[in-house]
């Protein structure tokens, strides 16, 4: 059964980079058919699509965060990870990664990580 | 972007009835409007996906219909165990997958 575990700093600096990886078990990240995302969720409020990866590299980002985004792959590690830069209290999120399937299944997301808390202070 | 549109935004109800949550898109989205079910404290998990297709594993009381701008999840016998927020999804505009605002289901 596919798994996701996300692991990185509970806890950023302002002004400093967010580092998150999400460790894939129980199956492949290098399959053609899936791609691999990203999703935020401030403290009390809805979901923010971040953006997502496939193992070749291709890399679709969020517009309103695409200047500040970078997504990466280790298919060795079968993980893929996910950068922050310049991060402000707005930031502060709890951030999951997620697959996402193919066009005809609706490009829906259909196995989550638990998710892991960010917090912005110095 | 393409906005998604929850209602009602806080929902409650008794077990036993039956619940309609409605997502209303700004622009046609064909089928590409998938919903998740989200508890206190866990991450989202899928539900329908393409509008009306049932996620694996997902009891048949929930359902989804629609097409274009307007979709609808139902919930034909609520549970106490359906205590979640709700949210639907647009993944037809590449590459920002909006989400509605969410639907906070509470159980009298």
């Known amino acids: 059964q596919l798994q996701l575990q996300e692991s990185g700093p509970g806890l950023v600096k302002p002004s400093e980079t967010l580092s998150l990886t999400c460790s894939v078990s129980?199956?492949?990240?290098?399959?053609?058919?899936?791609?691999w995302g990203w999703i935020r969720q401030p403290p009390g409020k809805g979901l923010e699509w971040i953006g997502t990866?496939?193992?070749?590299?291709?890399?679709y980002y969020n517009p309103s965060l695409k200047s500040r985004v970078t997504m990466s792959v280790d298919t060795s590690k079968n993980q893929f990870s996910l950068k922050v830069s310049s991060v402000t209290a707005a930031d502060r999120a709890v951030y999951y990664c997620?697959?996402?399937?193919?066009?005809?299944?609706?490009?829906?997301?259909?196995?989550w990580g638990q998710g892991t808390t960010v917090t912005v202070s110095s | 972007d393409i906005q998604m549109t929850q209602s009602p935004s806080t929902l409650s109800a008794s077990v036993g009835d039956r619940v309609t949550i409605t997502c209303r898109a700004s622009?046609?989205?064909?089928?590409?409007l998938n919903w998740y079910q989200q508890k206190p404290g866990k991450a989202p998990k899928l539900l329908i996906y393409?509008?009306?297709s049932l996620q694996s594993g997902v009891p048949s009381r929930f359902s989804g219909s629609g097409s274009g701008t307007d979709f609808t999840l139902t919930i034909s016998s609520l549970q106490p165990e359906d205590l979640a927020t709700y949210y639907c999804?647009?993944?037809?505009?590449?590459?920002?997958?909006?989400f509605g605002q969410g639907t906070k289901l509470e159980i009298k």
């Open positions: 990866i496939h193992y070749s590299g291709s890399t």
């Open positions: 129980g199956g492949s990240i290098s399959s053609t058919r899936y791609y």
């Open positions: 622009q046609s989205i064909s089928s590409y």
């Open positions: 997620a697959r996402r399937l193919p066009d005809y299944d609706y490009y829906a997301m259909d196995v």
């Open positions: 393409g509008a009306s």
């Open positions: 999804q647009q993944s037809y505009s590449t590459p920002r997958y909006t």
